[in-house]
């Protein structure tokens, strides 16, 4: 195999990193510590921080493992090779009466990537995180095994898979559980909501199908628009289906221009009332490819937290008079409610309470902000999302994480020389072994 490097970052173009590319052969890879260096998994490759590539080692890409393996249309369960686009399991179930429950933030995410950072999306409160609805997956571990771990088989190494983000061993293929179709039609309406708003309480109170708040720039004012989306019948009339339009490509890396572009969407979607494809409600940013270029060659943080509901608001108008007190601006930022499903994973992010995701601008200071203002949603009992993450340190990971320990036992038994690593792990000394 040749010994041939190349450069990868964040898909915010953030923490680059020179690694081996290898695309996945069963028959070239499966004896991973034949490979060059450690090793560590990578899907689409849009994550926003370190956790899919691995500096000096090698990492290995989906290749062959793509596809839906076997569809019980009976029973609602789908067999799929972890490679899988959460786009192409929506087009095999599209019409047969199911679907997929949980839809997180891009179509163009995989399965593995799904499960290892346990994505959650717009309806967490009805249908919990994406590892819930893991009925069983198969890994290759850092010995060349093939295990196939599930609640009731090898629970230990699922528990620290799901969540794991891929530091348990390769994800080959999993058996997903669909939800009854209602339709594939919603009707979204967006009210605005003035800066007096507990935004909290009103995430918490409403009990829609789909729901977020869109937060104004500068988000420390905590106002913005609500939305709320419920499925409707079929026959209503809405947009096309979004997977059939183009995207835009553009580079608006000035200040001036984002915080226009989120005031036209404030404008724009003042009252909004209108019917759309459910993934055109989910995967909104999708159609707008330049998301990754916003900011320039600079790159950007995509920083989330989340926090019990009666301090969300609080711990917001913190992180906003913090990044206004050093001249930094955050972008794009998005409220989520979290529901009380108890994820399987023993690092998953999503608990009950909300959470907040915004984007950053890179520059100068911008680290040490995002790691004080960490420790500020340490002491209200909140955590990070390690799958964005860019910032946080080892003692602060312990202190989020609780059962990190319980983690590292797991891993431990299952990669005793520390084969499998990438970037965040060694930045956060996830395996110390």
């Known amino acids: ?23 996945y052969d069963r028959a070239t890879t499966a004896a991973l510590d034949q490979l060059a260096g450690p090793v560590i998994f990578r899907g689409a490759g849009r994550s926003f921080g370190d956790c899919a590539y691995i500096s000096n080692g090698t990492t290995l890409t989906s290749g062959e493992l793509r596809g839906i393996l076997d569809f019980d249309r009976a029973h609602g369960v789908i067999a799929c090779a972890s490679g899988t686009s959460l786009l192409a399991l929506h087009l095999a179930v599209s019409g047969s009466g199911w679907a997929l429950p949980v839809y997180g933030g891009t179509r163009w995410a995989t399965v593995g990537g799904a499960i290892g950072n346990d994505i959650h999306g717009k309806n967490h409160i009805h249908q919990g995180s994406f590892g819930r609805h893991v009925l069983d997956l198969t890994l290759l571990t850092a010995d060349g095994s093939l295990v196939t771990a599930s609640p009731a088989s090898e629970p230990d190494l699922f528990a620290a898979t799901i969540g794991g ?85 553009l580079n608006l890396a000035r200040p001036v221009l984002l915080g226009g572009l989120d005031r036209l969407r404030g404008l724009a979607h003042r009252r909004l009332d209108r019917t759309m494809h459910v993934a055109d409600l989910n995967y909104w940013g999708d159609r707008f490819e ?126 005793p020389k520390g084969l499998i690593q990438s970037d965040l792990a060694r930045r956060l000394d996830l395996k110390p072994w």
């Open 1 to 23: 195999m040749p010994d041939t490097q190349t450069t990868v970052a964040s898909w915010s173009h953030l923490l680059p990193a020179r690694t081996r590319l290898v695309a």
């Open 165 to 249: 983000i891929g530091l348990t061993g390769l994800i080959i293929s999993a058996r997903l559980r669909l939800v009854p179709a209602v339709s594939d039609t919603v009707r979204v309406r967006a009210v605005p909501f003035p800066p007096a708003t507990d935004l909290g309480r009103l995430l918490a109170q409403a009990d829609s199908d789909y729901q977020f708040g869109w937060l104004r720039h500068p988000c420390r004012q905590v106002r913005g628009l609500h939305y709320r989306a419920e499925h409707v019948s079929a026959h209503e009339p809405r947009e096309e289906d979004p997977r059939r339009r183009g995207t835009l490509r």
């Open 290 to 415: 330049f998301r990754s270029n916003l900011f320039g060659r600079r790159g950007f943080h995509e920083y989330q937290f989340t926090v019990a509901d009666d301090v969300f608001d609080d711990a917001v108008r913190t992180l906003g008079g913090m990044l206004e007190r050093t001249g930094l601006h955050s972008y794009f930022t998005v409220a989520k409610r979290l529901g009380g499903h108890r994820s399987p994973g023993l690092l998953s992010f999503p608990r009950q309470g909300c959470t907040l995701s915004t984007q950053i601008p890179d520059g100068p200071g911008v680290l040490g902000v995002l790691r004080s203002f960490t420790d500020v949603v340490i002491s209200l009992g909140g955590r990070v999302y390690l799958a964005k993450d860019s910032c946080a340190t080892k003692e602060q990971l312990e202190r989020m994480y609780p059962e990190i320990g319980r983690w590292r036992e797991i891993a431990l038994r299952y990669d």
